[in-house]
């Protein structure tokens, strides 16, 4: 007997989202995955040129999809993001937080101007954008935080982001009781090691240093993931879109690793 299958309703559909540096990698698979299931997206990037590509890219998936330059390394843009965002959506449901990566490098080598921009780009803006944001969710919403699986485990000559993940940490878990009575649901995601262009280029140039081929480069780099390879940003995206949607209406203060079992630790 065939049987027929119908899609899941998530309850996404024209809910009005915010999703940061969303032009490429996990944060334009976030409003990708947003858009498929018929969410209004505004998406931002530092960088306008890649703003408008991925802008046009998203438009072939829905018409409601918008966009807003904003640099993560700047409050006062974090805060133009999220007002300027929420008026053209009319509102705002559900904040993505997605940032680039931080300069590579350790302790002893970064500058003091390294670990300023380190703490603009990966604590302060994501501050601003939950303040903001939770500001103009005035029926209830969601706010979920793409991190690292540096917050619980360091990752060598990546110190920047070994540090000042960590906060994040503290942040979602005060910001999640705080807005928990406005029912507004704070969550996090820790990706693992994920194919984007971070990812391919710390693969070439560990190929380049060591004399190997990028496939052996890469298999060095995931020798420790359970599952044997490298998350799609897709994978990370999933479980954002989880997180926003009515599966998870008791789920707040989490940050779930997506990370193919890399992390060792129990908690």
């Known amino acids: 007997m065939i ?17 940061t540096a969303s032009s490429k990698g996990i ?6 995955r947003f858009l498929e299931e018929g969410a209004k997206v505004v998406i931002s990037s530092h960088d306008e040129r890649n703003l408008v590509r991925s802008y046009e890219k998203l438009k072939e ?16 843009e974090v805060k133009n993001l999220i007002d300027k965002g929420s008026s053209i959506l009319g509102g705002l449901d559900v904040l993505a937080y997605v940032t680039g990566s931080p ?23 994501a501050v601003v954008a939950v303040r903001e944001s939770s500001r103009k969710m005035t029926k209830g919403g969601r706010i979920i935080l793409s991190t690292s699986i540096t917050l619980r485990q360091p990752l060598d000559n990546l110190d920047l982001s070994n540090v000042i993940r960590l906060s994040l940490a503290g942040l979602i878990k005060s910001a999640a009781r705080q807005l928990a009575p ?18 391919d280029q710390l693969v070439k140039d560990k190929a ?12 060095e780099i995931i020798k420790d993931v359970p599952l044997g390879r490298p998350a ?3 994978e990370i995206a999933n ?6 949607s009515s599966l998870s209406t008791y789920v707040t203060g989490a940050i779930i690793p997506v990370d193919g079992g890399y992390l060792k630790a129990i908690f």
């Open 27 to 32: 944060g334009f698979a976030t409003a990708k």
């Open 239 to 244: 479980v954002i879109i989880f997180l926003a």
């Open 61 to 76: 998936i829905s018409d409601e999809v918008y966009y807003v330059k904003a640099d993560l390394t700047k409050p006062d």
């Open 182 to 199: 406005k029912g507004i649901l704070v969550n996090g995601v820790m990706p693992g090691w994920t194919l984007t262009e971070r990812v």
């Open 232 to 234: 799609n940003p897709e």
């Open 103 to 125: 300069k590579p490098g350790n302790i002893f080598e970064l500058s003091d101007e390294d670990w300023y921009q380190g703490f603009n780009l990966l604590l302060m803006s």
């Open 3 to 19: 049987t027929s299958w119908r899609k899941m309703d998530l309850g996404i559909k024209n809910k009005r989202v915010i999703v």
């Open 208 to 219: 380049r240093r060591e004399g190997k081929t990028e496939e052996e480069a890469l298999k």
